[in-house]
């Protein structure tokens, strides 16, 4: 029997119930079983292509490999991960995406990430930032130029991408785009250039411009390091004040004033932010900050707190499941996690993850947004 993730066009963590029965006590829908919540598997990519995996049962003990495929640019490169994100192939199948720090914009790709063995190299044309899954499209999006062109890579298997070019959209410049999310609702889909918020409803194929942020002064605030979304609300981080903003998704051109976080203005990747449980995080180096989010609402709760009492590394990659749990990855191969919606964190065994190299990014098997 399948599981299912969406009900008509909706993703599963958005609904509140089905013909007046609540979501939790739904356990089938038109004999489908409803997917498992939480992450059975936990994957981090770090520097040099390595790869680690945990189960959620045990993750004290991770198992690290070398991703670095025949044929790869170069092959043997040392070259860093950057992005991971779960999503499915073009026939249902579970596959696993990740983006490389390279200018050529390199993507690997594996059915199986938590199985030592090469991943499959996909080679594109400019350094990517950031990629998502949703409605059984991946899109990734990363620096636009006028020799790499401005465009969105979109792919329906994650494995053969293709171009869509915005350079006619409305506010579209060669600058880098750090921030791609799917709504969790048909084929919606955002990117982020700038202080500009981009918006597809045919699942990548065409976009324009629904939102420009200000701050509470009227000027712009600077780029847009994240977007996440969960609670029906989505939320965009800027680096350069080191403060977020959100809105319901229900009205994406109506956003909150600005809320400041203390010390947060050098957090540039994605992959040190995520959302959950209508709870958001980021963390960097011993420190994190933890907002609930309710549409144009948000409740500060924790503001460059310190992450643990635990002796650990600097937290550098952050995911959730939307269970509650959020897991950190952090330089030193340390692992720390929260069950209670990131109040509190704690260390799992010393240098759980084994290797020098650090982490970069980390996903759970699950279906975002949660």
């Not at 026939?91 to 983006?99: F, M, P, T, V």
């Not at 790709?109 to 044309?125: F, I």
């Not at 949703?134 to 293709?162: F, P, Y």
């Not at 600005?258 to 050098?266: H, K, P, Q, R, V």
Request: hydrophobic share 35%; aromatic share 8%.
């Amino acid at each position: 029997m399948a599981d299912f993730s969406q009900v008509d066009d909706v993703a599963a963590a958005n609904i509140a119930q089905i013909n007046d029965v609540p979501f939790a006590n739904c356990g089938q829908v038109n004999d489908c079983t409803k997917a498992a919540s939480g992450a059975t598997v936990w994957v981090q990519v770090k520097g040099a292509r390595d790869v680690a995996f945990a189960s959620n049962s045990d993750l004290t003990s991770w198992t690290t490999y070398d991703a670095r495929a025949t044929g790869g640019d170069p092959p043997g490169s040392t070259v860093d991960f950057i992005a991971v994100t779960y999503g499915k192939d073009g026939s249902g199948s579970a596959r696993w995406c990740a983006s490389l720090a390279t200018d050529n914009g390199e993507l690997m790709y594996k059915d199986n990430a938590a199985a030592s063995g090469d991943w499959t190299v996909v080679q594109n044309d400019f350094r990517l930032f950031d990629l998502c899954w949703g409605n059984n499209v991946w899109l990734a999006v990363g620096q636009m130029s006028s020799g790499a062109g401005q465009n969105v890579l979109k792919s329906t298997d994650g494995a053969s991408w293709s171009e869509v070019d915005v350079s006619s959209v409305s506010g579209t410049v060669n600058s880098a785009c750090y921030a791609v999310v799917y709504s969790g609702s048909g084929g919606t889909f955002y990117f982020a250039q700038q202080n500009r918020i981009y918006k597809s409803t045919d699942s990548g194929a065409s976009w324009s411009l629904a939102h420009t942020l200000v701050d509470s002064g009227g000027s712009d605030p600077g780029d847009i390091r994240s977007l996440q979304v969960t609670n029906n609300s989505m939320v965009a981080y800027v680096k350069g004040g080191g403060e977020i903003f959100s809105c319901a998704l229900s009205d994406d051109t109506d956003w909150s004033t600005e809320t400041s976080l203390t010390s947060a203005s050098n957090v540039n990747l994605n992959s040190r932010v995520a959302a959950g449980n209508g709870r958001w995080v980021m963390v960097y180096n011993a420190k994190y900050w933890a907002a609930d989010i309710n549409g144009k609402t948000i409740t500060l709760e924790h503001n460059n707190a310190d992450i643990s009492s635990d002796t650990h590394g600097n937290a550098n990659a952050v995911c959730t499941d939307g269970s509650g749990k959020f897991v950190v990855g952090c330089t030193d191969g340390d692992i720390l996690v929260s069950t209670d919606n990131a109040d509190s964190f704690s260390k799992q065994g010393a240098d759980a993850v084994s290797g020098s190299e650090e982490a970069e990014a980390m996903a759970g098997d699950i279906y975002l947004p949660v």
